[in-house]
T-cell receptor, first 114, second 113 residues
Framework: DTAVSQTPKYLVTQMGNDKSIKCEQN?????MYWYKQDSKKFLKIMFS???????INETVPNRFSPKSPDKAHLNLHINSLELGDSAVYFC?????????????FGPGTRLTVL | QQQVKQSPQSLIVQKGGISIINCAYE??????FPWYQQFPGKGPALLIA?????SEKKEGRFTISFNKSAKQFSLHIMDSQPGDSATYFC????????????FGTGTRLTIIP
């Protein structure tokens, strides 16, 4: 049974479109994250939610809007997609809200903006 | 902004050799230094972590060495195998208050026969 799952795995879209990525974890964890990994493999945190409450927002453009309907789900909606948004987006979860908990990553969503 | 500097960017090691990847940090929220391993097309996964009441932690062929005064830590892979070929990330907990992991820039390790 997959611990952290994301859909879709691949997303190809045109500039200016709006798209969403969904994430679910079945680990019973309290905290979920979105990371962006660019073409150089840099892994950068975007957001984190603890029990549906936003606790980290890393100066991401407000075209990106995370939503956590419950603590097992964290979705990412992106408006007006730009070429620079092309990357792999990873969802992750941890048992607590601290930086010393093991991060469990999903398989990633490769977003390509044309 | 807090940085975690990782080197080298890429590393080629012969099978059976020792692979060494280094990281340096500025400040941490607390002493906890993990290494994550990422295979192509997969998400990163925790490989090994150290909570430095000790200066070294070993798990099988993987060892973390930690130098608190120098603010550096490193990953050693003994008897490197082709299956170890992956990208490795060090990380440190930063951002006092809302702790998060700041990842290093990654090292692409290739083990050649």
């Amino acid at each position: 049974d997959t611990a952290v799952s994301q859909t879709p795995k691949y997303l190809v879209t045109q500039m200016g479109n709006d798209k969403s990525i969904k994430c679910e974890q079945n680990l019973g964890h309290d905290t979920m994250y979105w990371y962006k990994q660019d073409s150089k493999k840099f892994l950068k945190i975007m957001f984190s939610y603890n029990n549906k409450e936003l606790i980290i927002n890393e100066t991401v453009p407000n075209r990106f809007s995370p939503k956590s309907p419950d603590k097992a789900h964290l979705n990412l909606h992106i408006n007006s997609l730009e070429l620079g948004d092309s990357a792999v987006y990873f969802c992750a979860s941890t048992i607590g809200a601290g930086g010393q908990d093991t991060q469990y990553f999903g398989p990633g969503t490769r977003l390509t903006v044309l | 902004q807090q940085q975690v500097k990782q080197s080298p960017q890429s590393l080629i090691v012969q099978k059976g050799g020792i692979s060494i990847i280094n990281c340096a940090y500025e400040n941490t929220a607390f002493d906890y230094f993990p290494w994550y391993q990422q295979f192509p097309g997969k998400g990163p996964a925790l490989l090994i972590a150290i909570r430095p009441d000790v200066s070294e932690k070993k798990e099988g062929r993987f060892t973390i060495s930690f130098n608190k005064s120098a603010k550096q830590f490193s990953l050693h892979i003994m008897d490197s195998q082709p299956g170890d070929s992956a990208t490795y990330f060090c990380a440190a907990p930063t951002n006092f208050g809302n702790e998060k992991l700041t990842f290093g820039t990654g090292t692409r390790l290739t083990i050649i026969p």
